[in-house]
């Protein structure tokens, strides 16, 4: 089973700054990995998908990035609607795994 | 607009038996592989099985398999999850959520609460 490690577990940041995120897969998963954002209460919502590709209504601050088997995402200038809890998840080979998620939160 | 709405949960007894049911509508639903992705309580995302669009491919995970059981209607535009001998911890919210061919998630359901509990 592929494994999916992400940190940090959570994050604090001020408006404006620029926040990163890791997931590391426990096997290569090529560019199949996508990312989301899930707020208080409601669904997680689809970010990123085949690792750097953007999907539809999600701003451009929002971009990912891969380097062998480790995955980031990067809000370029934290706003406030970014608050919530991010993760990653890997849907190329069953069994399909998340990672832990981050815990985004305003300083 | 894609809809991905989700009926069948509630308060039930362990070890006894539940079946969701995930209507959708606004695409072609034969065309798509679907799951079901768990969330407990306070706790991060599960996937839980997945079907592909003819029902050729079923995956479940460990923590359900024999016990779960993942069909779909293609007819009826309805995915279903059938939950039997259930425990406290299968107690959590559960998403009926489409899979594109790119690998990811890209439409999810609000969810339906299934609480194990006597």
């Known amino acids: 089973d592929i494994q999916m490690t992400q940190s940090p577990a959570s994050l604090s940041a001020s408006l404006e700054e620029i926040v990163t995120i890791t997931c590391q897969a426990s096997q290569d998963i090529g560019n199949w990995l996508s990312w989301y954002q899930q707020k208080p209460g409601k669904s997680p919502q689809l970010l990123i998908y085949?690792?750097?590709s953007l999907a539809d209504g999600v701003p451009s601050r929002f971009s990912g990035s891969r380097s062998g088997t480790q995955y980031s995402l990067k809000i370029s200038r934290l706003q406030v609607e970014d608050i919530g809890i991010y993760y990653c998840l890997q849907a190329y080979s069953a069994p399909y795994t998340f990672g832990a998620g981050t815990k985004l939160e305003l300083k | 607009e894609v809809q991905l709405v989700e009926s069948g949960g509630g308060l039930v007894q362990p070890g006894r038996s539940l079946k969701l049911s995930c209507v959708a509508s606004?695409?072609?639903?034969?065309?798509?592989?679907m799951n079901w992705i768990r969330q407990a309580p306070g706790k991060g995302l599960e996937w839980v099985a997945y079907?592909?669009?003819?029902?050729?491919?079923?995956y479940y995970a460990e923590t359900v398999k024999g016990r779960f059981t993942i069909s779909r209607d293609n007819a009826k535009n309805t995915l279903y999850l059938q939950m039997t001998s259930l425990r406290s911890e299968d107690t959590a919210l559960y998403y009926c959520?489409?899979?594109?061919?790119?690998?990811?998630?890209?439409?999810w359901g609000q969810g339906v609460m299934v609480t194990v509990s006597s």
């Open positions: 959520a489409r899979k594109n061919w790119g690998y990811y998630f890209d439409y």
């Open positions: 606004g695409f072609t639903f034969s065309n798509y592989g």
């Open positions: 085949g690792a750097t």
């Open positions: 079907i592909s669009s003819g029902s050729s491919y079923i």
